[in-house]
């Protein structure tokens, strides 16, 4: 991690609803994934972007094949799976909706479906063990695959959202956002809404895809990742601007992954502002905690010192993203007493 955030923030209840399984694989995780394939010949340098430096998004989907390579069995993943989640647990979230790929690999014998099912595993695990995080799946469609394996993975999750008691609760889209176009999956998508999925969508992600853009609001998505460039003082438009309000679709927000991926230029330059001066539901996630080197606390205090938000100000950012959860309304109710009950701890 580039520096580890003030007390207040990590103390901070919080909720992560946008962080990829394999991007948000630590320094210690990817030690012993190094320690299990010395063969592979992968260094550290090779997984990880960190403090002040930068990549393009072509060279961050580079290091995702890298972490590919790394996690390719069922062994591989229950382990990323559990460190992960007992490493947001440690960061002081409460609640978290992981998201990630289903990968078949011919050598190792891993099936899609035996991804889906370890990741849940991992999830259970840590539940036996009493960490103190409640944690939901969302299966992730990796847009470089088109339009059949798209429908494919739609398949599984609608099966696992019917068998794994609550943890599958919806599909995220996502991937290189310079490959493929989102019209030839909205069948899927289509689908998944249809059968009660709940869907994150990555959009705007880089500039010229407002037709796209445009054209998957209209299913309408439950909420938004990044959205980079949706407004017009990026080279948006009002028209997207208005169909996200009025749909009232929360957007995913992660400054330190814009940052280091260069779509955005700077902190201060971030969508965030924009969003949240709109009063817009804006959440603040992490995207890839191992690859950006970063943790949600972290990113709640470069929100907090660079758009001056103060302690209540952050407070309510954190409480008003538990309205933007895809677990229903009695997990709601239980988060907001949790937050209630730690507010006097936090600001005594
Ligand atoms: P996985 O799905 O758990 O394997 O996590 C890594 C994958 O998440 C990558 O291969 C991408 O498909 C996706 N991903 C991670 N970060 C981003 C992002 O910023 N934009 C789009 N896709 C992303
Ligand atoms: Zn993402």
Redesign the pocket.
């Known amino acids: 991690m580039d520096h580890e955030a003030d007390v207040f923030y990590r103390e901070l209840p919080k909720v992560e609803l946008h962080a ?5 694989v630590s320094f210690q995780t990817i030690e012993k994934l190094l320690k299990r394939k010395p063969h592979l010949n992968i260094e550290h340098s090779m997984t990880a972007i960190g403090k002040g430096q930068r990549r393009t ?1 072509d060279e ?2 580079q290091v ?2 890298v ?2 390579q790394l ?1 390719d069995t069922e062994e591989d993943i229950l382990m990323v799976a559990i460190d992960v989640i007992k490493e947001f647990a440690a960061d002081g979230v409460k609640y978290l909706e ?4 289903p ?1 078949a690999e011919k050598k190792t014998g891993l099936t899609k479906k035996g991804y889906i099912e370890t990741v849940i595993k991992a999830i259970q695990q840590c539940k036996n063990e009493g960490v103190d995080i409640d944690v939901r799946f969302l299966v ?1 469609i ?3 695959n088109g339009t059949e394996v798209a429908m494919e993975t739609v398949e599984l999750a609608e099966e696992f959202m019917l068998s794994s008691h609550g943890v599958v609760v919806g599909l ?1 889209l ?4 310079t490959v493929g176009h989102g019209r030839d999956l909205l069948p899927a998508l289509q689908r998944a809404k249809n059968c009660g999925l709940k869907l994150s969508l ?1 959009l705007s ?1 880089v500039q010229s895809q407002l037709e796209e853009t445009d054209l998957l609001l209209n299913l309408p998505p439950d909420r938004i ?2 959205g980079t460039f949706m407004h017009p003082e990026v080279g948006g438009s009002q028209s997207v601007v208005d169909k996200v309000i009025k749909n009232n679709i929360p957007l995913e927000l ?1 400054l330190t ?2 940052v280091k ?1 260069q779509t955005v230029l700077n902190y201060s330059k971030h969508h965030f502002k924009y969003w949240y001066q709109l009063g817009h539901p804006s959440v603040i996630c992490t ?2 905690k191992g ?1 950006f080197c970063t943790d949600l606390s972290q990113e709640y205090q470069l929100a907090a010192s660079t758009f001056g938000l103060s302690r209540e100000a952050v407070w309510t950012l954190s409480q008003q993203a538990i309205d933007c959860i895809f677990a229903p309304e009695a997990v709601k109710q239980q988060l907001r007493q949790k937050w209630t009950e730690l507010h006097s701890q936090l600001f005594k």
């Open positions: 990829h399984l394999n991007g948000s998004l961050c989907f995702f094949k972490i590919h996690v992981l998201r990630s790929t990968r992730a990796d847009r470089r995220d996502s991937g290189d956002p990555h992600e990742g990044h992660c992954s814009n991926g995207d890839d690859v």
